[in-house]
Each structure stands twice: as C-alpha cells, then as structure tokens.
C-alpha cells in the first residue's frame, strides 16, 4: 500500500462526513487501487456521498466470499439507491441465501 493510499484511508471517514462532493474524485480514483482495505473504503467513501462511481466496485465486493466484506458493500449499496443496484442485485438472491435480507434492503432502496 502506498503512503499515499494509506493516509487516504485513514482520513476516509472524516472526509465522507463533510459530505462535500470535491472528495469524491480522490475516491473514485482509489477504486482502482490494488489493496482491496483501500478500494472497499473508497467504494463506502463514495457510497456515502451518494456517488454512482461507487456501484461496479460495491457490486463486485457483495460477491466476496468474506460475509463481512459482502454485508458492508450490500449496506452501501443500499445508501446509492439508483435503478442499476436492484438489476445487479437481483440475480444475486438465489445464490447467496446467507444475504438475502441485506440483498432485499438494498434492492427495495435501490429501485
């Protein structure tokens, strides 16, 4: 993990609570990141600011075999609240029994 990267991290969640969109680029781009700690907190960051930058990387980490991990990102997923989480999500229910009532809450929030 770079400094860089690390600091980011650390600051995530006073940064989200300002609720001020100019952060939400500096997390968009850590979605790219290689350390996966990093990529799910800026995906939650974003989340939170209820930017759509935050789907692919939340959708791809409701699939993450840690429950925990997947719980998370169904959670933020649930805050975006756009058509396109339902649709991702949907065919997700017959698979994932153990996260069906996190699934249900965030495709009721998200369409």
């Known amino acids: 993990m770079q400094a860089g990267s690390r600091a980011c991290l650390l600051t995530a969640p006073p940064l989200r609570d300002t609720h001020d969109p100019r952060v939400a680029n500096t997390f968009a781009k850590l979605l790219a990141d290689a350390d996966p700690d990093i990529k799910q907190t800026s995906a939650e960051a974003l989340a939170d600011l209820g930017d759509p930058r935050s789907i692919p990387a939340l959708i791809e980490l409701a699939k993450a075999e840690d429950r925990t991990t997947a719980l998370d ?39």
Do not use: C, F
Not at 81 to 104: C, T, W
């Open 73 to 111: 990102a169904l959670d933020a997923l649930a805050l975006v609240a756009k058509p396109e989480v339902a649709e991702a999500l949907i065919p997700m229910l017959k698979d994932n029994p153990g996260r069906k009532a996190s699934l249900i809450k965030a495709i009721g929030k998200s369409g």
